[in-house]
């Protein structure tokens, strides 16, 4: 019996090892010609717009504050480095973070609260190495734009929001190929990950005898 759970791990493991590099990214369409290419050879999809796409899709864009505060605490800051790995393997992309606040309060009041909250994102994100000119607009809606309809305190609505809004005008990276260079790295960073979880995978079949 000990034998044969023995061999099922190293099963599992060299099933494990066969999986193509890229699985974990590949949503279905990975290197197929589909609807997303078709799109961006008849410009109805444009560079920028994919990027928006997938800024949104792996990393969370939104992060909340206590009531009446513009401070980042531990969490938003977690969340705010998660951005601003992402900014930096795209140096062409540019960025507007939005500033929200909850009902309570004038709306002139929160105007100013919500850029403050806005502030402080840029201001961590240049601080973590990002070009302040690519965090462009910074934009307050105040508390014209809440997640909950309530008039009172909600935590949910006290937030700041960040979206790709364009691209950095002749940026290098857009014509010359540095993008399929990031395309690559993850490719390959996702076979990294398969190794390990392959491996990890066997150490504990064989800890089970």
């Not at 997640?147 to 979206?163: F, H, S």
Request: some cysteine.
């Amino acid at each position: 019996m000990n034998k044969w759970i023995i061999t099922l791990g190293l099963s599992v493991a060299v099933a494990g090892c066969t999986r193509e590099a890229g699985y974990e990214i590949d949503q279905g369409a990975f290197g197929n010609a589909t609807l997303n290419n078709i799109q961006v050879m008849n410009g109805e999809l444009t560079y920028g717009q994919i990027l928006a796409q997938r800024f949104a899709a792996e990393v969370p864009s939104q992060i909340n504050f206590a009531f009446d505060s513009a401070q980042l605490d531990a969490s938003a800051q977690r969340i705010l480095l998660q951005q601003a790995n992402w900014i930096k393997q795209f140096p062409e992309a540019r960025f507007r973070v939005y500033g929200h606040t909850d009902a309570v309060g004038s709306q002139s009041y929160n105007y100013n609260l919500g850029l403050r909250r806005a502030n402080a994102v840029v201001n961590f994100l240049v601080q973590q190495g990002i070009s302040r000119s690519r965090l462009e607009a910074l934009v307050s809606f105040g508390k014209t734009r809440p997640l909950v309809a309530t008039t009172d305190r909600d935590r949910r609505n006290r937030r700041t929001v960040t979206e790709v809004s364009g691209l950095v005008e002749r940026h290098p990276n857009i014509l010359d190929g540095k993008y399929a260079q990031v395309i690559y790295r993850e490719y390959v960073q996702s076979a990294t990950f398969a190794t390990q979880l392959s491996r990890e995978t066997a150490v504990g079949s064989t800890s089970e005898q």
